[in-house]
Structures are given as C-alpha cells and as structure tokens.
C-alpha cells in the first residue's frame, strides 16, 4: 500500500509554552533527547481535544514532556513508562515542578515488564513511543486495557523517512537495518489487524492512529 500523506499542519496555535515547558524544550535539545516534534504534538493535542480521554497509557516517558503537554489538554491522567534511570530522574523532576504533577505516574520499569502495574486500569488511549523494535509487543501487550472505543496513537512511524514500502537499507548499520525491518513489519501488523481502524498521517515523524473497532 502507497502511504500516501493526508494531512499537513499549516498552522496552529495549540503549542504555547510555559517557562518550564520551554526549559524541558532546551534540555531535550541539548541532551540529544528525541522528544516529540511539534507537528506531531499539535496532532496529538487535536486527538485528546477531540476524544477527551480520561486515562492515557504513553510507553516511552523520556523527560516528561509529552506526558504533561498530553495531562495539560483536558486534564487527563497519564501513566507513563519509562525503562532509563536517567531519564527517569528527569521526568520526575519535571513531573514534580509542573502543576500537572497529580496528572502523571511515572512508572519507572521496561515496558515489557510493566503490564501488573497497569493491568487493573481501563485507558481510553495509548501512546506508543518507545523502542521502535518493540511496537508490536508493546501493541499486543496494552491493547487488551484499552475501554470500548479506545485508540492508540504511535509516533516515529515513519522513522526519519526511513520506513517506507521501497525503502532501500543497503548501506545502513546492522542495528539501524534491523529496527527499520521491525518497524516494517509493525506497519504489516498494524493494517492487517481487524480489530482496529487505523491510518497512518506524514506528520511530524510519521504518526497512526488506531481505533478499536
Ligand atoms: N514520549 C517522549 C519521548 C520518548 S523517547 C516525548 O515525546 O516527550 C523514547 C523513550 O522510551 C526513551 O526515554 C527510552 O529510554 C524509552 N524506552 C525505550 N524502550 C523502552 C522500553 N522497552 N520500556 C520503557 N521505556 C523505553
Ligand atoms: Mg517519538
């Protein structure tokens, strides 16, 4: 299938930052920290404006910063999951300062070991957008919490351009080959599976939405 893009953000004016959002921009910057970009965010907000989720599952924490620009939509809950000490020493600091803090639990743990902390929680979304390589266990792994209705959004689907149906990876690294190979085959499962509707948007770094059929 032709992944043909359907949407293009010109505007927005749902990305206003405070002086400490702006600080965790920065550190993401100067870190090398792979926070989502702002096109991607600007959909994302849209999604949760829209679907007004009450309890959102995001895999991949990193600092925290779309976990409380996600809290910050309509007040959601957001329980988070993050596997790096460092990075999780930093969301919770970031959690802590925010006046979102009751909004977000950070559950420091791999995702693929998380699932008894989470398991008795209904969430009405699920943000995917830790290790590329993972996304269909961690798609498999979740799903099953999500309420009637439920949608899950993954980021990074389009990998820097580099997932694609005739993509050449001649020439890349063996672990750079692999996850674009993983994340291939995550594209295969994710439209082959009838339980869900989902489409695939060339926006920020290539974003799906899934909804539960
Ligand atoms: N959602 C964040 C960015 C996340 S970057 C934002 O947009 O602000 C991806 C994060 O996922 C990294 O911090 C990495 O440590 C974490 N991660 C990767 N694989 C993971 C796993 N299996 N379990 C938990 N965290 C994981
Ligand atoms: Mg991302």
């Known amino acids: 299938m032709d992944h043909t893009a359907l949407v293009v953000i010109k505007k927005t004016n749902n990305l206003e ?5 702006k600080a965790m921009r920065e550190y993401a910057v100067q870190n090398g920290v792979p926070i989502i970009k702002d096109e991607g965010l600007a959909f994302l907000k849209n999604i949760i404006a829209v679907k007004n989720p009450k309890t959102i599952l995001e ?26 000490p460092k990075m999780y020493e930093e969301a919770t600091k970031n959690v802590n300062e925010s006046a979102y803090k009751d909004n977000v639990t950070i559950i420091f743990k791999d995702a693929l070991e998380a699932f008894d902390d ?3 929680i209904k969430f009405d979304m699920i943000f995917i957008d ?13 799903t099953p919490l999500l309420n009637e209705n439920g949608i899950v959004v993954c980021d990074n689907m389009l990998f820097h351009g ?19 190979v993983k994340l291939g085959r995550f594209h295969d499962f994710l439209f082959s599976n ?3 509707d ?11 939405v899934s909804i539960l059929k």
Do not use: W
Request: net charge negative; proline share 0%; charged share 25%.
């Open 17 to 21: 930052f405070d002086d400490k959002t």
């Open 59 to 84: 895999v991949g924490t990193a600092i925290g910063y779309s976990a409380l620009e996600m809290a910050k939509v309509r007040g959601a809950h957001v329980y988070t999951i993050e596997r790096d």
């Open 118 to 120: 989470v398991k008795n």
């Open 130 to 142: 830790a290790a590329k390589a993972q996304y269909t266990k961690f798609f498999e792994l979740y």
């Open 162 to 180: 580099l997932v694609s149906d005739n993509v050449d990876t001649t020439g890349m690294t063996r672990g750079l080959r692999g996850l674009v």
């Open 194 to 196: 009838d339980k869900f």
């Open 198 to 208: 989902s489409t695939l948007y060339d926006i920020g770094d290539g974003m799906s």
